[in-house]
């Protein structure tokens, strides 16, 4: 079992970054495939930002060249940096443990879920 915990939520104009924290816990295995998902009132949940089975950096190109994932291994912690936020950024985003390797979409995808943590753009 994998427990996953976001912070760092909130408002922010459109232009402006905000960083967004997962720490994670429990399985070590199914933490290699924690990645970011958001959704938008009305809109389908998008997988925007995840690492690769070789560790590289894997983003949706809605978010591809704004967005940034990293990782601090020895704090068991997931980051995403957004820049040049834009209105469309707004979502509820979340912290989630896939079930295999890329960016996925549909919720039978993931494992573990966090509670996710609401982005407003404005």
């Known amino acids: 079992h994998v427990q996953l915990v976001e912070s760092g939520g909130g408002s922010v104009q459109v232009g402006g970054s905000l960083n967004l924290s997962c720490v994670a816990s429990?399985?070590?295995?199914?933490?290699?495939?924690i990645g970011w998902v958001r959704q938008a009132p009305g809109k389908e949940r998008e997988g925007v930002a995840t690492?690769?089975?070789?560790?590289?950096?894997v983003y949706s190109d809605s978010v591809k060249g704004r967005f940034t994932i990293s990782q601090d291994s020895a704090k068991n912690t997931v980051y995403l940096q957004m820049n040049s936020r834009k209105p469309e950024d707004t979502a509820m985003y979340y912290c989630?443990?896939?079930?295999?390797?890329?960016?996925?979409?549909?919720?039978?995808?993931?494992?573990?879920w966090g509670q996710g943590t609401q982005v407003t753009v404005s």
């Open positions: 690492f690769h089975r070789d560790g590289f950096p």
């Open positions: 429990g399985d070590a295995y199914s933490r290699n495939f």
């Open positions: 989630a443990a896939a079930r295999r390797w890329g960016l996925c979409t549909q919720q039978d995808e993931y494992r573990y």
